[in-house]
């Protein structure tokens, strides 16, 4: 596997890492078989998050790939609070995701 490829795989880990995120919020209302059905997703997407993780991190360095993992998951669960479950999209919540957004990119660029 490439390094190219490795990053790749990191960047569905931490999309993956969003999907369990907006899973778990989506168990707050839920219930009877509907409840279920997303702590299942939950799981799922738990699973293949922390596999595709493991697998990036077989060729790109652990201290770049947990961060860039967690930011991914960070930016992407603000972003699901926002547009899913009507949370603030206020000034300096966008202010500090985008510094994290940056941060994440510095990684890119120097790792």
């Given at each position: 596997?490439?390094?190219?490829?490795?990053?790749?795989?990191?960047?569905?880990?931490?999309?993956?890492?969003?999907?369990?995120?907006?899973?778990?919020?989506?168990?707050?209302?839920?219930?009877?078989?509907?409840?279920w059905?997303?702590?299942?997703?939950?799981?799922?997407?738990?699973?293949?998050?922390?596999?595709?993780?493991a697998?990036?991190?077989?060729?790109?360095?652990?201290?770049?790939?947990?961060?860039?993992?967690?930011?991914?998951?960070a930016?992407?669960?603000?972003?699901?609070?926002?547009?899913?479950?009507?949370?603030?999209?206020?000034?300096?919540?966008?202010?500090?995701?985008?510094?994290?957004?940056?941060?994440?990119?510095?990684?890119?660029?120097?790792?």
């Amino acid at each position: 596997m490439n390094t190219t490829l490795s990053w790749i795989i990191l960047v569905l880990a931490g999309c993956m890492e969003v999907s369990f995120t907006f899973c778990l919020g989506k168990t707050k209302t839920a219930s009877g078989h509907e409840l279920w059905g997303w702590w299942g997703g939950f799981l799922l997407a738990l699973g293949l998050s922390m596999f595709l993780m493991a697998k990036a991190a077989e060729r790109l360095p652990i201290g770049t790939v947990y961060p860039v993992w967690t930011g991914i998951g960070a930016v992407g669960a603000v972003l699901v609070g926002i547009i899913f479950f009507d949370e603030p999209a206020s000034f300096w919540r966008i202010f500090f995701i985008t510094t994290l957004i940056l941060s994440i990119i510095g990684l890119k660029v120097l790792g």
